[in-house]
C-alpha cells in the first residue's frame, strides 16, 4: 500500500509539473478517456474541453499552482486524494496576478498497463481577496 500511495504522490507533482509549464500533451497522457472535471459553478466537462480550455489559458496566462495533500486513500485499482490547491494567474499581455485557493478532489483509476490516471476531479478554487 505504502508503493501505491508513493505512485499517487508522484502522480500528483508530475501533474502541478505540467500544470505549471502548460504541457497539456504530458497532461493528457495522465488522464482517462472517459475523464470529467467539474470546477465551481460550472457544468461538467471532458477531456476535448479540457484541451481546449487549459491550452487557451496558457496563451494568456502564466500559471503558478501549488498543491498540498491532506489525504489519499486507495480501494485496489480506484483511489482518492484530497488537496488544499493555491493558484495565481498573470496575464501574460502585463498586469497583476489573481491569486486562487481551494481544496480538490481527485479520483484516480489504474489501467491495465499498472499506471494511475485522473479519471474524475472537482474543486473549489476561488479567487482570493
Same mark, same amino acid.
Not at 502522480?11 to 465551481?40: C, H, Q, S, Y
Not at 502564466?62 to 493555491?86: K, W
Given at each position: 500500500?505504502?508503493?501505491?500511495?508513493?505512485?499517487?504522490?508522484? @502522480?500528483?507533482?508530475?501533474?502541478?509539473?505540467?500544470?505549471?509549464?502548460?504541457?497539456?500533451?504530458?497532461?493528457?497522457?495522465?488522464?482517462?478517456?472517459?475523464?470529467?472535471?467539474?470546477?465551481?459553478?460550472?457544468?461538467? @466537462?471532458?477531456?476535448?474541453? @479540457?484541451?481546449?480550455? @487549459?491550452?487557451?489559458?496558457?496563451?494568456?496566462?502564466?500559471?503558478?499552482?501549488?498543491?498540498?495533500?491532506?489525504?489519499?486513500?486507495?480501494?485496489?485499482?480506484?483511489?482518492?486524494?484530497?488537496?488544499?490547491?493555491?493558484?495565481?494567474?498573470?496575464?501574460?499581455?502585463?498586469?497583476?496576478?489573481?491569486?486562487?485557493?481551494?481544496?480538490?478532489?481527485?479520483?484516480?483509476?489504474?489501467?491495465?498497463?499498472?499506471?494511475?490516471?485522473?479519471?474524475?476531479?472537482?474543486?473549489?478554487?476561488?479567487?482570493?481577496?
Amino acid at each position: 500500500m505504502a508503493a501505491e500511495r508513493s505512485e499517487i504522490h508522484d @502522480f500528483m507533482e508530475t501533474w502541478i509539473k505540467a500544470v505549471n509549464a502548460g504541457d497539456i500533451a504530458r497532461l493528457l497522457t495522465m488522464v482517462t478517456d472517459d475523464v470529467v472535471l467539474v470546477g465551481p459553478g460550472g457544468a461538467p @466537462f471532458g477531456r476535448e474541453v @479540457f484541451e481546449a480550455t @487549459f491550452t487557451g489559458a496558457h496563451k494568456e496566462l502564466v500559471i503558478n499552482c501549488a498543491s498540498e495533500v491532506d489525504d489519499v486513500v486507495i480501494a485496489g485499482d480506484v483511489a482518492y486524494s484530497v488537496c488544499h490547491d493555491s493558484l495565481s494567474v498573470t496575464p501574460r499581455a502585463g498586469g497583476a496576478a489573481t491569486r486562487l485557493a481551494g481544496h480538490r478532489v481527485t479520483v484516480y483509476r489504474k489501467g491495465a498497463d499498472g499506471r494511475w490516471r485522473l479519471a474524475r476531479d472537482a474543486h473549489t478554487l476561488q479567487p482570493v481577496t
